[in-house]
């Protein structure tokens, strides 16, 4: 009795031990960028300006709405899409369209254009600070972007976004200047938060290395709404 207990034990052991791996595995990130008509989010900006020899910044607020408007399919049989940018100075004024951007997925990218150039937004699958050239199809020269705290959750707008991903498209500090632009997106949403620096501090004087801004322009741009119409 005791023998076919033993053995009843070591085959349920081996039967366990060869059963798949039902952990679900990551997938490639294709939710951080996703493409569907009907979609939007609406953003509330604040850009913050340095003006030479003025000892006071100005500071604005503005708000930006992205709505993804429709779709067509290219010559090589790509799906891509059209998204409405539209923006307006306060909550109670109506949208104002200024431009149509496009933007498409592949299995390996997700690309969206910027002033007419087709950017790199991220890479998949995303993975922890593996670079890619986001300006591999522009005119515009190299630039090696990657991917930060991939899969964490983080608080943008009072809103908890349990999966997102930062793309850090530039981070470049000096004692003259700091050149920075971060973009986090969430899983499921897309864009939820946007960083542009572009500083030059203080040149001559006692004020050099002290983070002093003489001019340049600050941007930060978090997600206020969204869904899908």
Same mark, same amino acid.
């Given at each position: 009795?005791?023998?076919?207990?033993?053995?009843?034990?070591? +085959?349920? @052991?081996?039967?366990?031990?060869?059963?798949?791996?039902?952990? #679900?595995?990551?997938? /490639?990130?294709?939710?951080?960028? /996703?493409? &569907? !008509?009907?979609?939007?989010?609406?953003?509330? !900006?604040?850009? @913050?300006?340095?003006?030479?020899?003025? #000892?006071?910044?100005?500071?604005?607020?503005?708000?930006? *709405?992205?709505? !993804?408007?429709? %779709?067509?399919? =290219?010559?090589?049989?790509?799906?891509?899409?059209?998204?409405?940018?539209? !923006?307006?100075?306060?909550?109670?004024? /109506?949208?104002?369209?200024?431009?149509? +951007?496009?933007?498409?997925?592949?299995?390996?990218?997700?690309?969206?254009?910027?002033?007419?150039? /087709?950017?790199?937004?991220?890479?998949?699958?995303?993975? &922890? $600070?593996?670079?890619?050239?986001?300006?591999?199809?522009?005119? +515009?020269?190299?630039?090696?972007?990657?991917? $930060?705290?991939?899969?964490?959750?983080?608080?943008?707008?009072?809103?908890?976004?349990?999966?997102?991903?930062?793309?850090?498209?530039?981070?470049? %500090?000096?004692?003259?200047?700091?050149?920075?632009?971060?973009?986090?997106?969430?899983?499921?949403?897309?864009?939820?938060?946007?960083?542009?620096?572009?500083?030059?501090?203080? =040149?001559?004087?006692?004020?050099?290395?002290?983070?002093?801004? &003489?001019?340049?322009?600050?941007?930060? =741009?978090?997600?206020?709404?969204?869904?899908? *119409?």
């Amino acid at each position: 009795m005791l023998r076919r207990s033993c053995l009843l034990l070591c +085959l349920a @052991t081996a039967l366990w031990a060869c059963q798949p791996d039902t952990q #679900p595995q990551p997938g /490639p990130g294709y939710g951080y960028f /996703p493409l &569907e !008509v009907g979609r939007y989010a609406e953003y509330e !900006v604040t850009e @913050t300006n340095y003006l030479l020899n003025q #000892p006071t910044p100005t500071t604005r607020t503005y708000y930006l *709405r992205e709505t !993804v408007i429709d %779709s067509s399919t =290219s010559l090589d049989q790509q799906r891509v899409y059209r998204i409405e940018h539209a !923006v307006r100075n306060a909550p109670s004024e /109506p949208w104002r369209v200024d431009s149509v +951007l496009t933007a498409w997925r592949t299995p390996n990218q997700a690309v969206r254009t910027e002033n007419g150039q /087709p950017i790199v937004r991220m890479v998949f699958p995303i993975t &922890e $600070r593996t670079p890619w050239n986001g300006h591999v199809y522009t005119t +515009l020269g190299e630039r090696w972007f990657e991917a $930060r705290h991939v899969g964490t959750p983080a608080t943008v707008g009072g809103t908890l976004f349990e999966r997102t991903a930062t793309i850090v498209r530039q981070d470049d %500090s000096t004692l003259l200047s700091q050149q920075r632009q971060l973009e986090t997106y969430a899983e499921g949403v897309g864009l939820i938060r946007r960083e542009r620096i572009a500083v030059q501090f203080c =040149s001559a004087g006692s004020c050099v290395g002290q983070g002093v801004i &003489e001019f340049g322009l600050k941007q930060v =741009s978090t997600i206020s709404r969204y869904g899908k *119409r």
